[in-house]
């Protein structure tokens, strides 16, 4: 999901005093396109938040805020693929998903209106600089989250690993908390490409480089793209994508008007829904797609 994306912002964290003993599992709704996930803040909750590895800094609703007395302070310049737009920070003194807490969470205010169509149903958006604290199994097929902060998912699991890079540059200015990975697009582009990989995106995105024409080697359609809060317009096309040593045939690819590789930090968006099952090992800095499970 294209939210804004914050530049150079460093935050420092403390997990829960309580040690993990085994991976936790909880529920992942989906609405609109996302997945919804319940979550606690400053101890009340939970409340509805958008799952969301795409958005560097967590977001909450600025009448949640208000209604458990936070205060905000201090601007926040936020960068995104459609341009630049103001927040204001604001301080947590903790978040917990699925009972695991990280304390000292810095988020920025969100409006209702930049949620879109479920702007009623939702509270918020978790990103990474949450996210970032635990390995995460999203698995699609079952609706299933596994969150862990010990080694245990991830002796569980096998695959392929993927390296990710976890910082990008945009305007001149770092980016921070992000997952990108690495991928070919052989049928539109000859050079490689890093996507951002997004929990809340609904299709694969292309950001070309400003003078860059990508090909079309198959029949392209036009329309709308239909986001949570606009609507764009885009070419779409079916093609491969080389993820690692695996070629996925067949993937609904969208190159829209007036985003370029030029506005933003990365050359496209990769939904986590197009894997049946995604490990991402932040610990190490890698990902599987559709990992087996290990038998012992």
Not at 17 to 46: C, D, L, W, Y
Not at 225 to 236: A, E, T
Not at 246 to 271: K, Q, S
């Given at each position: 999901?294209?939210?804004?994306v914050?530049?150079c912002?460093c935050?420092a964290?403390a997990?829960?005093?309580k040690?993990?003993?085994?991976?936790?599992t909880?529920?992942?709704?989906?609405?609109?396109?996302v997945?919804?996930?319940q979550v606690?803040v400053?101890?009340?909750?939970p409340?509805?938040?958008v799952?969301?590895?795409?958005?560097?800094?967590?977001?909450?609703?600025?009448s949640?805020?208000r209604e458990?007395k936070v205060?905000?302070?201090?601007a926040m310049?936020?960068?995104a693929s459609l341009?630049?737009?103001?927040?204001?920070r604001?301080?947590?003194?903790?978040?917990s998903l699925?009972g695991l807490?990280?304390?000292?969470?810095?988020?920025s205010?969100?409006?209702?209106?930049?949620?879109?169509?479920?702007?009623?149903?939702?509270?918020g958006?978790?990103g990474e600089?949450f996210?970032?604290q635990f390995?995460?199994?999203i698995d699609?097929?079952?609706?299933?989250?596994?969150v862990d902060?010990?080694?245990q998912l991830?002796?569980?699991?096998?695959?392929?690993?993927?390296?990710?890079?976890r910082s990008?540059i945009s305007n001149a200015?770092?980016?921070?908390?992000?997952i990108?990975?690495?991928?070919?697009l052989p049928d539109?582009l000859t050079?490689?490409?890093l996507?951002?990989?997004?929990s809340a995106?609904?299709?694969?995105m292309?950001?070309?480089?400003?003078?860059e024409?990508?090909?079309?080697?198959?029949?392209a359609h036009?329309?709308?793209?239909?986001?949570?809060?606009?609507?764009?317009q885009?070419?779409?096309?079916?093609t491969a994508?080389d993820?690692?040593?695996?070629?996925?045939?067949?993937i609904?690819l969208?190159t829209c008007e007036?985003?370029?590789r030029?506005?933003?930090?990365?050359?496209?968006?990769?939904?986590t829904s197009l894997f049946?099952?995604?490990?991402i090992?932040h610990r190490k800095?890698?990902v599987?797609?559709?990992?087996r499970?290990?038998?012992?």
């Amino acid at each position: 999901m294209q939210w804004p994306v914050a530049a150079c912002l460093c935050f420092a964290f403390a997990l829960n005093s309580k040690a993990q003993t085994s991976p936790i599992t909880t529920s992942m709704r989906p609405s609109s396109g996302v997945e919804i996930v319940q979550v606690s803040v400053n101890g009340t909750g939970p409340y509805p938040f958008v799952l969301d590895t795409g958005a560097n800094v967590s977001m909450v609703k600025r009448s949640l805020l208000r209604e458990l007395k936070v205060p905000v302070a201090g601007a926040m310049v936020l960068v995104a693929s459609l341009g630049e737009s103001l927040h204001e920070r604001a301080e947590l003194h903790s978040v917990s998903l699925a009972g695991l807490s990280v304390q000292d969470v810095e988020v920025s205010t969100l409006e209702g209106p930049e949620l879109g169509s479920i702007q009623e149903q939702v509270q918020g958006i978790l990103g990474e600089n949450f996210l970032e604290q635990f390995d995460l199994l999203i698995d699609n097929d079952k609706q299933l989250l596994v969150v862990d902060q010990t080694p245990q998912l991830e002796n569980s699991l096998t695959g392929e690993h993927l390296p990710i890079s976890r910082s990008g540059i945009s305007n001149a200015s770092d980016t921070a908390h992000r997952i990108f990975v690495p991928l070919k697009l052989p049928d539109v582009l000859t050079r490689p490409v890093l996507f951002l990989l997004d929990s809340a995106a609904n299709a694969a995105m292309l950001y070309p480089l400003k003078n860059e024409l990508p090909v079309v080697k198959g029949r392209a359609h036009y329309g709308s793209i239909h986001s949570l809060s606009s609507d764009q317009q885009c070419r779409v096309e079916h093609t491969a994508f080389d993820i690692g040593s695996d070629r996925y045939r067949e993937i609904v690819l969208a190159t829209c008007e007036g985003m370029t590789r030029d506005a933003t930090d990365t050359d496209g968006l990769l939904p986590t829904s197009l894997f049946h099952r995604l490990f991402i090992c932040h610990r190490k800095g890698y990902v599987i797609a559709n990992p087996r499970t290990v038998l012992r």
